[in-house]
């Protein structure tokens, strides 16, 4: 049996398309949780609240936390925070803790917030649905903090890279 060619050619053209990397986090009842995503974006700033998308892998071992405690954070990686990535992903080892890889601090709603951030957003879960394999989990924003500016740790062509200032921008 081949593979579909409009799911390969899906899943080429997605690796192509830059995202920043995103670290999101929860902490509560159904413990501290944590997982690497790309799939974040801005859905509404017009609404009662400001209100944004992750997409969670219906099999990662953070979806259940995130989904019972209600609340989390979206920490938006700065361009030497790879390895903060690598652990929220799998990828190192080493660490006894994912959260060994940063210095954290508890936000308005007890949800880690990752110091040294882009940016972080702090949320409710407005709605959360299953599409095909993910979790669309829409929050409604409680919290922004700004870090320090900088350029984000961006994910494109199944690797990780920063983005470049162009004409002076």
């Known amino acids: 049996m081949s593979e579909d060619p409009l799911r390969q050619n899906f899943l080429e053209a997605m690796s192509r398309a830059a995202t920043t990397v995103n670290v999101v986090t929860t902490d509560g009842p159904a413990g501290r949780a944590g997982v690497t995503v790309s799939a ?3 859905v509404s ?3 009662e609240r400001p209100t944004l998308l992750v997409c969670l892998y ?3 071992s953070a979806v ?3 989904r019972e ?3 989390f954070c979206v920490n938006v ?3 030497d925070q790879a390895r903060i990535s690598d652990a929220f992903a799998g990828r190192v080892p080493d660490l006894a803790s994912r959260f060994d890889a940063g210095t954290w601090h508890d936000t308005s709603l007890g949800v880690p917030r990752l110091d040294g951030a882009i940016c972080s957003f702090v949320c409710r879960i407005d709605a959360a ?3 095909g394999t993910h979790y669309v989990v829409f929050g409604a924003v409680e919290e922004v903090v700004l870090g320090a500016p900088g350029k984000p740790l961006v994910h494109a062509n199944r ?3 920063a983005p470049l200032a162009l004409d002076g921008h």
Request: hydrophobic letters at 40%; proline letters at 4%; zero cysteines.
């Open 77 to 79: 990686l700065r361009e």
């Open 129 to 131: 649905q299953l599409v």
């Open 159 to 161: 690797g990780y890279a």
């Open 40 to 42: 974040m974006a801005s």
């Open 45 to 47: 700033a017009d609404t």
């Open 64 to 66: 259940d936390p995130i």
């Open 58 to 60: 219906h099999k990662v």
């Open 69 to 71: 405690n209600g609340t």
